[in-house]
């Protein structure tokens, strides 16, 4: 590791401006779907999908232990060496490098590694969420991988990560972990009120049935995370569904953060965060505001959801 990185990595919010890694984000993007449709084909069905997703690693993004006949295997993507490891229980293992190369490329490779350790896998071979749903195979599009932008990305994550799980400490509600949805690519922590919520109405995300959207959105919710874009550097969101009156004109702190209507999120960019005084106080300042735009407005029993976390 360089003198330069080993000097970004010390103390500080990861700077990465989304217009200088925009081809490496949509090519990672890509490759993480394939990697959750893999965890998708073998983890059994959990409520809201919390099958199907990826967490915060010390080395990048994991499955975690994915169950496979009497043992289990996992995935991950080491942004630090910059290969992606399957590891079987049963001490076998394979890696496919990261670096640049198609998504056909990369797909070849990871189904092959998985026939290799006979892990018998199909998947959808299409990614989901994105406008231009080009098969896997047949993807010669995407093919760009910045080794160094990917680990600044990671860098990020594992604040955010950090910080949202501090945050969720204080709910004793029914609350997801923190986790990385690979259809959106965004790091997202949900808590809930506990009473169910209208059926979702569908629309709106491209290449995602109907039924997907309103399993998710089954229960009232208030959701926050982190995605690689909405500000320069990517952007801090928080919403609620269903949104309560009054919820958009919430006074929600820090004043940099504000209501998107396109989006129907309030919005802080990372960047802002990022070069605070204290980004954590800050960041921790728009994730409580911001839920509690949703749970005043909302009518929660905060009363029984909330708490202090141990120490």
């Known amino acids: 590791m360089t003198g330069r990185t080993q000097a970004e990595k010390v103390g500080t919010w990861p700077r990465l401006r989304v217009a200088d890694w925009v081809e490496t984000r949509d090519t990672l993007h890509m490759w993480t779907q394939i990697v959750g449709k893999i965890r998708l084909a073998h983890a059994p069905t959990a409520n809201h999908w919390w099958q199907v997703t ?30 992606l490891y399957i590891r079987v229980s049963d001490g076998r293992r394979r890696e496919v490098v990261l670096e640049p190369k198609p998504v056909s490329q990369f797909y070849a490779e990871v189904m092959g590694a998985l026939g290799e350790l006979d892990i018998q896998t199909r998947i959808n071979p299409r990614p989901n969420e994105v406008e231009q749903a080009v098969p896997f195979a047949e993807d010669f599009r995407h093919a760009s991988y910045d080794p160094h932008a990917a680990w600044l990305f990671w860098g990020q994550l594992m604040q955010a990560n950090r910080v949202l799980g501090k945050f ?86 820090p004043e940099e ?55």
């Open 168 to 253: 969720r400490s204080h709910f004793v509600g029914k609350v997801s972990l923190v986790h990385f949805f690979w259809g959106a690519m965004d790091l997202a922590c949900t808590r809930f009120s506990g009473r169910p919520a209208p059926p979702h109405p569908g629309g709106g995300i491209p290449n995602c049935p109907d039924w997907v959207t309103r399993e998710a959105y089954s229960l009232e919710l208030s959701s926050c995370g982190f995605w690689p874009g909405g500000g320069e550097e990517g952007a801090f969101y928080a919403y609620a569904y269903p949104e309560p009156a009054g919820f958009a004109d919430y006074a929600v702190r």
């Open 54 to 83: 990826l967490y915060v690693s010390a080395r990048g993004l994991t499955t975690s232990a994915i169950p496979y006949r009497t043992g289990v295997f996992d995935i991950e993507f080491d942004f630090v060496d910059h290969r």
């Open 257 to 311: 953060a504000s209501y998107r209507r396109d989006l129907g999120e309030f919005v802080l960019p990372y960047e802002v965060a990022a070069t605070a005084d204290d980004p954590d106080r800050m960041l921790g300042d728009f994730l409580q505001s911001s839920y509690e735009a949703a749970a005043e407005s909302g009518g929660w029993d905060r009363r029984a959801l909330e708490g202090e976390p141990h120490p």
